[in-house]
């Protein structure tokens, strides 16, 4: 089956730094990826959809200049989230959309639990 | 708007069967899935359905009716593992997949 990993799957940072998480598809490639974050209880919320080579769209109240998407090649996408404060703290989720299949399943990442201090 | 309609819980017994209704309004359709969520872990596929009628699949089972924007996830043989959330996800004519916060299911001994 398809498989998506995200590096890292925990990180604690400091309030003011700068963090970087990974999104790979393992075995297929995925021209499009989709970046979730999830608060305790609540649903999955779309923060941006991630194309390969060109730039991401965002969702209407993400801001695109603290939640940065690199999305360089087919089987790799980035989310650095800039300046990370304490309300950053979330779960975050990637998915990718195996280009090759008929039907547009998405894969998910196990996910990043990101805590701010 | 989009909207996405389930329980917020439901309790069932180890063994029995229990289904979760689900329904949508979305802007243009490209199928439904249903996703398995333990807590603090990503969703998994559990389902796809496009087309209306009953898809099965070992335990779990899902039915769609386009015309109604409903579909419900059968399950049978509860275990205790399937404790989790379940997630009804339709998908857009823009192919994303809408959101609701899911349907926590407890399984009781």
């Known amino acids: 089956g398809a498989v998506v990993s995200q590096h890292p799957s925990r990180v604690i940072c400091k309030s003011g730094t700068s963090v970087k998480i990974e999104c790979r598809s393992l075995?297929?490639?995925?021209?499009?990826m989709f970046w979730y974050r999830q608060f305790p209880k609540q649903s999955l919320m779309l923060m941006a959809t991630s194309n390969e080579g060109s730039k991401a769209t965002y969702e209407q109240g993400v801001e695109k200049d603290k939640f940065l998407i690199n999305h360089a090649s087919l089987t790799l996408s980035t989310l650095t989230v800039t300046s990370a404060h304490p309300e950053d703290s979330s779960f975050y989720i990637c998915s990718a959309r195996n280009s090759g299949l008929d039907y547009n399943e998405q894969f998910f990442g196990p996910g990043t639990r990101l805590t701010v201090l | 708007g989009q909207n996405i309609d389930q329980p917020t819980e439901m309790t069932a017994t180890e063994g029995a069967i229990v289904q979760i209704n689900c329904t949508y309004q979305t802007s243009g359709f490209n199928g439904l899935f249903w996703y398995q969520q333990h807590a603090g872990e990503a969703p998994t596929f559990l389902s796809y359905n496009v087309l209306d009628g009953l898809e099965e699949k070992g335990r779990f089972s899902s039915f769609l009716s386009r015309s109604k924007g409903y579909s419900y996830l059968l399950l049978k043989e509860l275990q205790m593992k399937d404790s989790a959330s379940y997630l009804c996800a339709p998908m857009d004519s823009n192919y994303q997949l809408i959101w609701g916060a899911g349907t926590k299911l407890i399984i009781k001994p």
């Open positions: 075995d297929f490639q995925a021209t499009t």
